[in-house]
């Protein structure tokens, strides 16, 4: 069964950190590129950063230098770690790749960032 479940969102003050954690299933993440994306409210979804299977990684503009993105091939995990968080980061983050031509998602989880 392909699966992403995010987790670890929550409310945060500027300029602190939170780290978000994607399990996925086998068959979504074994060698594949994953990737974080946000919809901030009102806003359309945005891609945040892509890990590729080989472990290189890119980012948007807006979140170089503070976020970082990473995976664990064990167990099937993604995590973005978000540092000096600023209120316009405020959105609901989903987990995602490309599984058989689709792109897939999770639930997605909340961060929410208080000035």
């Known amino acids: 069964q392909v699966q992403l479940v995010e987790s670890g969102g929550g409310l945060v003050q500027t300029g602190g950190s939170l780290t978000l954690s994607c399990a996925a299933s086998?068959?979504?993440?074994?060698?594949?590129?994953m990737s974080w994306f946000r919809q901030p409210p009102g806003k359309e979804r945005e891609l945040v950063a892509t890990?590729?299977?080989?472990?290189?990684?890119n980012y948007a503009d807006s979140v170089k230098g503070r976020f970082t993105i990473s995976r664990d091939d064990v167990k099937n995990m993604v995590y973005l770690q978000m540092n000096s968080l600023k209120p316009e980061d405020t959105a609901v983050y989903y987990c995602s790749a490309l599984f058989r031509w689709v792109r897939r998602w999770g639930q997605g989880t909340q961060v929410t960032v208080s000035s």
């Open positions: 890990i590729t299977g080989g472990g290189g990684s």
């Open positions: 086998r068959d979504i993440f074994s060698g594949n590129s």
